[in-house]
């Protein structure tokens, strides 16, 4: 079993930055990818972004690339998302989640087997 706490959500203004991380603990190791997800009110839960923990390599979606970064803190057991330039589009709740197997679509939500109860992060323009 893994575990997973969110934090760092809040709320900023349009161009503002957050750091969200996300805590894991049990058998974190056994896992291959790590990503974050969010969902807004009324919208499907979409992939933010991915990172393949044995090797260190990044997957983002077009809409976040540039500004944020996922990375990843082996000896805290913790994964970061770095949020610039935010936009009132990325208020959403943020989910982290923690995928066993190897996946050629780490963006998707169907490979991850351990999810966050979320963090909010809500932009005003």
């Known amino acids: 079993q893994v575990q997973l706490v969110e934090s760092g959500g809040g709320s900023v203004q349009t161009g503002g930055s957050l750091r969200l991380s996300c805590a894991g603990s049990?058998?974190?190791?056994?896992?291959?990818?790590m990503g974050w997800f969010r969902q807004a009110p009324g919208k499907e839960r979409e992939g933010v972004a991915s990172?393949?923990?044995?090797?260190?390599?990044?997957f983002y979606a077009n809409s976040v690339k540039g500004r944020f970064t996922i990375s990843q803190d082996n000896a805290k057991n913790t994964v970061y998302l770095q949020m610039n330039t935010l936009q009132p589009e990325d208020s959403a709740m943020y989910y982290c989640?923690?995928?066993?197997?190897?996946?050629?679509?780490?963006?998707?939500?169907?490979?991850?087997?351990?999810w966050g109860q979320g963090t909010q992060v809500t932009v005003s323009s």
């Open positions: 990172i393949y923990t044995r090797s260190g390599s990044t």
């Open positions: 049990g058998d974190i190791h056994s896992t291959n990818f």
């Open positions: 989640a923690a995928a066993r197997i190897y996946t050629r679509s780490p963006l998707l939500p169907a490979p991850y087997n351990y």
